[in-house]
């Protein structure tokens, strides 16, 4: 039986608005990957679906092209608390969005009849309390636990992982990252639903090893980041695969924001520039196997 869609008025067919599940069927019935791109920039993860050089990630987006949405947050600690709360990346058009999930709250003007609302005081707690097993797999160094600012976001999952080879250092970061979810997968019992949250640190800073023939001194550069997005592509299939071993899997896989380099004077993030501010975003569900 294949899923029913809640579109918005506004979401007509081939506008790139992305159709909206009803979260309260979704939630208890599929299992459940938050996937955050770190730093992934609106423009170059377009560019590159456009060319056809992110075949892995457009055969699973809606018509092969990414969605335009603004940040919750200009740097990954605080996007990040804010899409734990529910606030996922805004759609770049104005209007107002109905929400996947939200935290309860008086004067929500964002919650609709398909919002999976929550009392807890943030979505992994929340997901929970319903007889999910979470899972953090970290990436940047927000998610590291060396320290007690490393703590507070994985500390809000049941089973929590960092390790140097997943960091932004390491040039294999995001296999290793998805070899770990693919033993988590794997050892979990069957019935039991799962929800993975996996910090992809790939296109952070440094990034100017994934590109061919640069070297340390090169830098990284916005080429050298739309490389990283295509070593993530490369990889994403066996995370995917994973995620719909078991059952049904909703996807949500965006950036938590971008970042610049030397766009107007800009290097990085944490300042209110477009190429900060502007984010690529899709939902959709995977498949089991037939």
Do not use: K
């Amino acid at each position: 039986m294949r899923h029913a869609e809640r579109r918005r008025p506004d979401a007509a067919e081939g506008s790139g608005h992305t159709p909206e599940p009803d979260m309260n069927e979704v939630v208890g019935r599929d299992d459940l990957l938050l996937l955050t791109l770190d730093t992934l920039r609106y423009d170059v993860a377009a560019e590159l679906a456009a060319a056809g050089e992110l075949p892995g990630l457009a055969a699973h987006l809606p018509g092969g092209a990414w969605e335009e949405r603004h940040a919750p947050g200009s740097f990954t600690y605080a996007s990040h608390q804010a899409m734990f709360a529910g606030f996922l990346p805004t759609p770049a058009r104005p209007g107002r969005h109905p929400r996947l999930f939200a935290a309860r709250f008086a004067g929500s003007e964002t919650t609709a009849d398909g919002t999976f609302v929550f009392d807890a005081p943030d979505l992994p707690t929340a997901l929970a309390a319903r007889g999910y097993h979470t899972v953090c797999v970290g990436g940047v160094g927000f998610f590291n636990r060396r320290g007690a600012l490393g703590r507070v976001l994985p500390g809000m999952f049941a089973e929590s992982h960092w390790e140097p080879e997943f960091s932004v250092t390491s040039p294999t970061s995001f296999e290793a990252q998805v070899a770990r979810v693919e033993e988590i997968v794997g050892r979990l019992p069957r019935e039991r639903r799962l929800f993975v949250f996996l910090n992809v640190s790939a296109l952070h800073q440094p990034n100017w090893f994934h590109l061919p023939g640069a070297t340390s001194e090169s830098g990284d550069s916005r080429a050298s980041h739309a490389a990283a997005l295509r070593y993530v592509d490369r990889h994403v299939g066996r995370l995917f695969a994973a995620m719909r071993a078991r059952r049904r899997c909703f996807a949500i896989v965006t950036s938590d924001h971008g970042t610049a380099y030397g766009e107007d004077g800009y290097t990085g993030h944490r300042v209110g520039h477009p190429t900060v501010w502007t984010v690529p975003y899709r939902h959709f569900f995977l498949e089991p196997p037939a």
